[in-house]
Each structure stands twice: as structure tokens, then as C-alpha cells.
């Protein structure tokens, strides 16, 4: 885990030397945990967190800044400009226009664009607009651009390899799944040069050997996948309408739409990647991991560990009115909005703190997969969840009663590294076909709905209520 830095309020960095030096220091100790020599190894798989970023020189490798997080704010003022504009609109009519004139679904996403924050995009045309030593390399055509896993191909292999995959370039906002390009509309108007962006390959490929400087031999990179679609492969959501919800630094929902894309509408963050041989729907938002105490230090006291969190959720009949509103995305799209406690009194306890908390996150779940429900015409099959909070007991019952469907969790709640394995041992022959990896499933509890979701409608509407009067703050 690399710690974020925060340079200025809203601003959410990593320091991509401090990334480099703990993903090579990890390979290693695994290795060396395992009993294995570096020689053994057949092949690597490689799992990033998507959209966050980073700019360096063509020639020297130097970068231009941090890496730039997916959370990071900074771009906040420029998404609204861009949000509240006359050419937004206009170009809202026209794509409009040609939606209805072809009926083609690769109109109706622009049709409807709006920007958001955790988008790359608008971030990437702030370094542009700030950083003048990325813009005058970028006017020189030295500039290269990469999300982590560019960054680490990049340096593993000491600059022979540039390139990204489908699930990670999708993932930035700036990639069109229609036509499998980087898109030169997209980056005109945001004056971002179409000169800086990597070659984007298959997920499971071969994209060349490690330098044998780094680990005393050469090692064969043969995949590469944003953290997301690697889980959903480690899940084995092999088939059309299984659903993958991971619970982690984030609150997201993926579908195997099958060989369909569906194309987004309105200001709802859903994204659409290609990974392999099918097509996935994201719907996602930021809501913050359970065991990190929500980052925030007014927690300290409210628990000592995670596991008590379900007991004392339910050692009380409701949250007493107590409302927690977490910072997401999905519906309001609004950077501004505040995660915040609302409903506090005299009467309230840590216990009742706790399961406002815990019932924010379930009542989020219900209302991602209702917009799953809503825009995806799959038959959708069964839901399985990881990431840390899939350990709260509480909040995957809650979810499995408000959704009224099975959800089952792994043995293993940490899905990236296993679906990055997964691919790897395709691509190397390890294992011959997806059947194989099905067998290797271990699910450890399996949660069915126990109540109807009407007696959580009261709580759910104060919830609600309280989300809006989180707005704009």
C-alpha cells in the first residue's frame, strides 16, 4: 500500500518512486515467501488501480509531477466550467441529433457528456495548463503519458516497453470502446496532444521481459489489467450478466455484458471497458474502506478493530436518526459534496455512529444496482463480492436483503492479484482454458435475503434526505 500524499486541500498524490521501489520490494518477499527462486518464475501478472496517473519525459524518463490519483480534486473548478458551458450544450444538440437520425449507441454517450473529477481527462488538461515542462515537451512530442501500469511496464522493462492495456486505457475517460481508439474529439477539445498516449495491447499478452537488472533474470510480463476487471476475472465472471461487487477504497458494481456494450447516459459515472473476450459495465463510486477507519481521525475511538463493527451494528434495532453521507459520485456528480454525519443528538452513541456507516454503504449498493437493473437488459446471475468490506457481515446482509438477492463471498476477499494470476497462467499455458479456473473457487459464506426490503424504506428515506442536504457544501 503506497501512502497517498496531499500536497493542498483536494489534491491526492503518490510518489511514483516510492510506487516503484514497494512493487518491485513486493515481487521479491513473495517469491522469497514462497520458498521459490526468481527462475521459476513462468511469467507476471500485473494489477493496478486505474485512472490515476502520471506525465515524464520521452528521453530522460524523468517525471513531470506525482502521480495524479483518481480521488485527486484539483480539477474540480475546470469540470464545472466545462459542465456550465455554451459548447458542452451545443455539443449535447448535435450528438444528440445524430443518435436519433442513426440510432447508433455510439452517439448517445456524447450526447449526454458531462466531466467529473475522477475522469483523467480533466485532470490530464490541468497538468497541461499548469505544468509548463509537460506542455513544452508535449509540443516537442516528448511527452509520454501512463496510468501505473504504463509507469511500472515502462520502468521493468528500462524503457524498451510503452503501452497499456483495454481494461486500464478505458478506464481514463480519453479511450472510445467503440472504435478501440484514443479519442482525438475528446482530446481537441481539451487541447490535450494526441502524441503523448501509449499503444494500447490485449489484457493477457506478451508485453516483453523484465530487464534481469531488477530481479536477476528476465521475466515475462504477460498481462497487464486494472484492478477491477482483474478482480472480476478472479471471481471467474466468465459469462453474461454475472455481477462482481467489490466493497475496497471503493464502492463498485461490474457486469459482464457479454459482446454489447451499453453506452452511458446523463451524469451517471458508468463506464464501459473492454477486457478479453467480453465487454464489462462498471457503475462505481468512492466510498472509503471500512478498515481504514474512513481516513478520517474523528474515528479513532469509535472502534479498535473491524470485526466488532457488525457486532456493534447490531446490538442496536436502528442508527437512531444518525445519518452517515459518504463522498460518491454516482447520481449527483458534484466534487464538492462532504462526507458528513447528520442526525446527531444527546442520545447517540459510538454503536449508533457505527451503523450509520455501515448502513450508508448498503443503501449505496441498493441504489447502484437498481441503475444496473434499470440500464443493463441481462438476466443478471449471481453477485459476488470482495474487497475489505465484504468482511462486515452486517453490511453484505443489508445488501442482500435491500437487493433481495444471493451474494457470495471468497475465501479470499482480494481479487485483483488472483485475476492478474489468472490471465498470466492463460497467457503462459499454465492453464489451458477458463474451466480450470472455475474449479479453483472457494466461496466462504454465501448471504440470502432474510427481511423485506420495505422495513428498511424509513431508514433508506432519511438517508436519502440527508444525501441531498449534503450538496454543494
Known amino acids: ?8 486541500p483536494g489534491w491526492v498524490e503518490l510518489d511514483p518512486e516510492v510506487l516503484w521501489n514497494q512493487f518491485v520490494g513486493v515481487i521479491k518477499e513473495a517469491v522469497q515467501d514462497a520458498g521459490l527462486h526468481m527462475r521459476q518464475i513462468a511469467g507476471l501478472g500485473i494489477s493496478t488501480q486505474r485512472s490515476t496517473f502520471i506525465t515524464w519525459h520521452k528521453r530522460t524518463g524523468k ?4 502521480f495524479i490519483s483518481w480521488q485527486d480534486l484539483r480539477s474540480a473548478e475546470l469540470v464545472n466550467s466545462w459542465n456550465k458551458s455554451l459548447l458542452l450544450k451545443v455539443i449535447h444538440v448535435i450528438f444528440t441529433v445524430l443518435h436519433f437520425l442513426t440510432r447508433n449507441d455510439q452517439y448517445l454517450a456524447p450526447s449526454f457528456l458531462t466531466f467529473s473529477t475522477q475522469q483523467t481527462s480533466m485532470k490530464l488538461s490541468w497538468v497541461f495548463k499548469n505544468i ?20 511500472l511496464l515502462y520502468r521493468l522493462t528500462k524503457g524498451a516497453v510503452y503501452a497499456t492495456d483495454y481494461s486500464n486505457a478505458s478506464a481514463t475517460g480519453i479511450f472510445e470502446p467503440f472504435t478501440k481508439c484514443w479519442n482525438p474529439t475528446l482530446c481537441n477539445l481539451l487541447s490535450i496532444p494526441m502524441s503523448i498516449y501509449p499503444p494500447v495491447k490485449d489484457t493477457s499478452f506478451n508485453f516483453g521481459s523484465s530487464d534481469c537488472e531488477i530481479f536477476g533474470v528476465p521475466i515475462p510480463i504477460m498481462a497487464v489489467v486494472a484492478d477491477q476487471q482483474s478482480a472480476m476475472f ?3 465472471c466468465f459469462h453474461p450478466g454475472d455481477v462482481k461487487l467489490t466493497m475496497g477504497t471503493g464502492g463498485f458494481w461490474n457486469v459482464n455484458t457479454g459482446e454489447r456494450l451499453f453506452a452511458s447516459q446523463r451524469s451517471k459515472l458508468v463506464k464501459f471497458y473492454l477486457t478479453l473476450d467480453f465487454c464489462l459495465l462498471v457503475i462505481y463510486e468512492e466510498i472509503e474502506e471500512n478498515n481504514k477507519s474512513y481516513d478520517l481521525c474523528i474515528f479513532t475511538d469509535l472502534f479498535t478493530n473491524v470485526d466488532e463493527t457488525a457486532k456493534m451494528a447490531r446490538s442496536i434495532v436502528d442508527s437512531q436518526g444518525v445519518c452517515f453521507v459518504p463522498g460518491f459520485q454516482v ?3 458534484d466534487p464538492y459534496l462532504c462526507a458528513s454525519f ?39 446471475q449471481t453477485i459476488r463480492a470482495d474487497g475489505g468490506v465484504s468482511n462486515n457481515s452486517f453490511v453484505m446482509q443489508m445488501t ?9 463471498k471468497p475465501a479470499n476477499a482480494d481479487m485483483s492479484s488472483l485475476g492478474a494470476a489468472f490471465l498470466a497462467g492463460l497467457a503462459t499455458g499454465f492453464w489451458t482454458d477458463k474451466e480450470q479456473l ?14 423485506d426490503s420495505e422495513e428498511y424504506k424509513p431508514a433508506m428515506d432519511t438517508w436519502l434526505q440527508a444525501t441531498k442536504c449534503s450538496l454543494h457544501w
Open 1 to 8: 500500500q503506497v501512502e497517498s500524499l496531499y500536497p493542498r
Open 63 to 66: 517525471p513531470f509531477h506525482n
Open 132 to 151: 509548463h515542462e509537460a506542455a513544452e515537451a508535449a509540443r516537442k512530442k516528448n511527452c509520454y503519458f501512463g496510468t501505473v501500469d504504463t509507469w
Open 234 to 236: 478472479g471471481e471467474c
Open 331 to 333: 447520481s449527483v456528480n
Open 342 to 380: 447528520m442526525g446527531l443528538k444527546p442520545s447517540t452513541t459510538r454503536n449508533h455512529l457505527v451503523r450509520a456507516i455501515l448502513e450508508s454503504v448498503a443503501f449505496r449498493n441498493k441504489q447502484l444496482y437498481d441503475i444496473i437493473v434499470k440500464k443493463v437488459r441481462i438476466p443478471l
Open 400 to 408: 442482500s436483503d435491500l437487493i433481495n438477492k444471493k451474494i457470495e
Open 438 to 451: 472455475k474449479k479453483l473457487r472457494r466461496i466462504e459464506a454465501v448471504f440470502e435475503p432474510q427481511k
